[in-house]
């Protein structure tokens, strides 16, 4: 076998800045790589946020949606998944048009868990976890380091880099794993070329719902809204525990935006309980492209700050890109070129092409679901269908908003020959 160029030695420090999902992965799966090859290496996760934490200092601003697959990639590392993360079970979605809404599921991996990624919006339930807090106590109990605190700069050195802290602290790595996401600043602190994805800022809000509300109205689904004005393109309401996580999704989307929703957008108004206070409310970012240069010599950055699939699934990217780093830089080494080679092109060949279909496929359901009455009778034909028993709709809706299924995948199921004639014979004026 050929050595790998530049290889990691036996015993190496790697640090990673951010111990959010994809630096959380990296550690993991690193751990697991490294065990299995007889080797060892000193891993040391930093973040300056508190997991258990209520509110923003724990917050890592998601509406925690992740589904069965993401579970099953969980199970591979032989972790079991703790239930107390799990704030609800959905068994699908409902799409909403103006008057009518379908309920998507997928037969065999239709459940959707809900989790928060920090304490939650008030003080957590005492047998709570957080999403997070779950996977860097994994990634501890295995062997890695948690270094709390907030990076404030980042130097290249002969062997590695060195990272400064407030108060004045230092560390030293041999390799860097930038974790950070992108909503952090650290992407401005690299001198390697690095360009982080272009992005949309999202609006998210917590509301309190009753049991009996998210149970009854929202019989314990996710609901898609598509946003009545200008600024919101879709909206998606998640429950979790006694709260629903509303999402407004577009490209630069306030606060008033959602309040505008709230007021207009009649569909919108009958999901949420009347007169609810909006107890929190923050604008993440979202990638909608991909970053450039994400690596250099001894150096590699994961998760969203990179690379994540188009509007959805972006815990289980940061799990993808993660592994795919691990298994490079145990197999390959760290040198500029070996991470190019087995880490950069790969993440780019499972995304970057996929996420090309994914945004045609929005554009359209978008120019379909936002336009009232056309909505209302394509959702009406999907229902007549499925109750006849033909599903290709329902799932090609499943497949855009919640599935794991590639883009190109579901892109070659709705522009098919048999669905597009099947779908012209049933719409009004179809023969
Ligand atoms: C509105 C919205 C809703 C979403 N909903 C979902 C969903 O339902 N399901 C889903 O799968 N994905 C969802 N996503 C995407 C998901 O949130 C991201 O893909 C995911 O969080 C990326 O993980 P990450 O580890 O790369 O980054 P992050 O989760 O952002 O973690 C980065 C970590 O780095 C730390 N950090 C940053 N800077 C520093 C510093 N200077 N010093 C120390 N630490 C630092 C941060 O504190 C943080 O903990 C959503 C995104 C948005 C914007």
């Not at 802290?165 to 974790?179: I, N, Q, R, W």
């Not at 145990?330 to 092409?353: K, W």
């Not at 497949?399 to 004639?421: K, M, N, Q, W």
Request: charge should be positive; charged fraction near 25%; aromatic fraction near 8%.
């Amino acid at each position: 076998m050929d050595t790998p160029p530049n290889p990691l030695p036996d015993g190496a420090s790697v640090g990673v800045i951010g111990a959010g999902p994809a630096g959380s992965f990296f550690a993991l799966h690193l751990l697991d790589l490294l065990q299995k090859s007889g080797r060892t290496v000193r891993i040391t996760l930093i973040d300056r946020k508190t997991f258990s934490s209520s509110g923003p200092s724990g917050c890592n601003m998601c509406a925690g949606a992740i589904g069965v697959a993401m579970v099953k990639k969980i199970g591979a590392l032989s972790l079991p998944f703790d239930p107390s993360v799990i704030r609800r079970v959905a068994d699908g979605y409902e799409i909403h048009g103006r008057d009518v809404a379908v309920t998507v599921r997928h037969p065999e991996r239709g459940e959707i868990y809900t989790v928060f990624r920090g304490g939650g919006p008030t003080v957590s339930r005492k047998d709570a976890r957080s999403f997070d807090q779950y996977l860097l106590d994994a990634a501890v109990a295995r062997g890695a380091e948690f270094f709390h605190e907030r990076v404030e700069s980042v130097e290249r050195t002969p062997a590695g880099y060195r990272l400064s802290f407030p108060g004045g602290a230092k560390k030293e790595f041999d390799f860097l794993v930038g974790a950070f996401g992108v909503n952090s600043s650290v992407s401005r602190m690299l001198r390697i070329g690095y360009v982080p994805p272009p992005t949309w800022h999202t609006v998210q809000a917590e509301i309190p719902a009753s049991n009996e509300f998210i149970v009854e109205r929202l019989r314990n689904r996710i609901h898609i809204v598509p946003g009545r004005g200008k600024g919101i393109r879709f909206l998606a309401i998640t429950p979790k525990d006694d709260f629903l996580t509303l999402t407004g999704i577009g490209e630069h989307v306030r606060i008033a935006d959602l309040q505008g929703e709230r007021e207009r957008n009649l569909a919108l108004a009958s999901l949420l309980p009347e007169g609810a206070k909006i107890i929190c409310h923050c604008h993440p970012q979202v990638p909608v492209g991909v970053a450039s240069r994400p690596y250099a010599e001894r150096m590699a950055i994961v998760g969203d700050a990179f690379i994540s699939r188009y509007l959805k699934n972006g815990i289980e990217s940061s799990h993808d890109t993660a592994r795919i780093l691990a298994e490079a830089v145990t197999g390959h080494g760290v040198s500029e070129r070996s991470l190019r080679d087995h880490f950069y092109h790969p993440c780019l060949r499972q995304f970057r092409y996929d996420n090309a279909w994914g945004r045609m496929l929005f554009a359209i359901y978008e120019s379909v679901l936002r336009k009232g009455r056309l909505s209302d009778t394509y959702l009406g034909v999907v229902n007549r269908e499925a109750a006849k028993g033909n599903m290709t709709q329902a799932h090609i809706l499943w497949s855009v908003f919640a599935g794991d299924a590639p883009y190109r995948e579901i892109a070659r199921e709705a522009f098919s020959f048999r669905t597009l004639r099947d779908l012209a014979r049933t719409l009004p004026g179809g023969r």
